[in-house]
């Protein structure tokens, strides 16, 4: 864990601190088998900034395969059109993605293009190199649970969409998005595990 602080620590050097100790109400969501996230204003003035946590039935390497998965993610996210990796490291430690999403059917398509930094199978940040969006930046944390068998899934992000949205709006459709995602995410993670991970709620 502390290796995992250090490299995103210099990844995220100009960026914010993510705080992933979760609340209370988290906790007593993880406990009824839900997920649980917060949307809320960002004083950094970007559209929204998000935490989210989610315990899936699968190891932290499967749900990292899956989460990291360039040909999965249109499946994770409805308003995802396509995922293409633009640059990759050769030690797979990083790569630069584009993305082409359509947030509300009355937008145009969004493309948003961000650099992601690996930490297997422990998680991953991510930060904007380019593309529409203003603001897009965050962290993925993977905890191993019950001696590795099951992964609790921290989220902390902020974004703000291109257009003059109204930040209510945006934060209702970065809610929208994150609960579709975190429900792919454990759709995804049990069809790759198989029955015998289904016998959770």
């Known amino acids: 864990m502390r290796r995992?602080?250090?490299?995103?620590?210099?990844?995220?050097?100009?960026?914010?601190?993510?705080a992933f100790d979760l609340p209370p109400d988290a906790e007593r969501a993880l406990g009824r088998g839900d997920a649980w996230l917060e949307v809320r204003a960002d004083a950094a003035g970007a559209a929204g900034r998000v935490r989210a946590a989610e315990n899936v039935d699968a190891p932290?390497?499967?749900?990292?395969?899956?989460?990291?998965?360039?040909?999965?993610?249109?499946?994770?996210a409805p308003s995802l059109k396509s995922c293409r990796i633009l640059e990759r490291d050769p030690a797979g430690r990083w790569d630069v993605r584009e993305h082409v999403s359509r947030p509300l059917l009355f937008f145009?398509?969004?493309?948003?293009?961000?650099?992601?930094?690996y930490d297997p199978p422990r998680g991953f940040a991510y930060r904007r190199t380019g593309g529409d969006l203003?603001?897009?930046?965050?962290?993925?944390?993977?905890?191993?649970?019950?001696?590795?068998t099951r992964t609790q899934v921290i989220y902390e992000g902020r974004a703000a969409l291109p257009l003059a949205v109204p930040h209510a709006l945006a934060r209702v459709v970065l809610r929208q998005q994150l609960v579709?995602?975190?429900?792919?995410?454990?759709?995804?993670?049990?069809?790759e595990a198989g029955p015998a991970s289904k016998r959770r709620p």
């Open 134 to 148: 203003k603001v897009l930046e965050g962290e993925w944390r993977l905890v191993p649970l019950e001696g590795g």
């Open 180 to 191: 579709q995602a975190l429900a792919a995410l454990r759709r995804e993670c049990l069809a």
């Open 108 to 117: 145009p398509s969004v493309r948003s293009v961000f650099r992601s930094d």
């Open 4 to 18: 995992l602080f250090l490299a995103l620590s210099l990844f995220l050097v100009a960026g914010p601190a993510w």
């Open 60 to 76: 932290p390497a499967k749900v990292f395969a899956v989460m990291t998965d360039c040909a999965l993610a249109p499946r994770m």
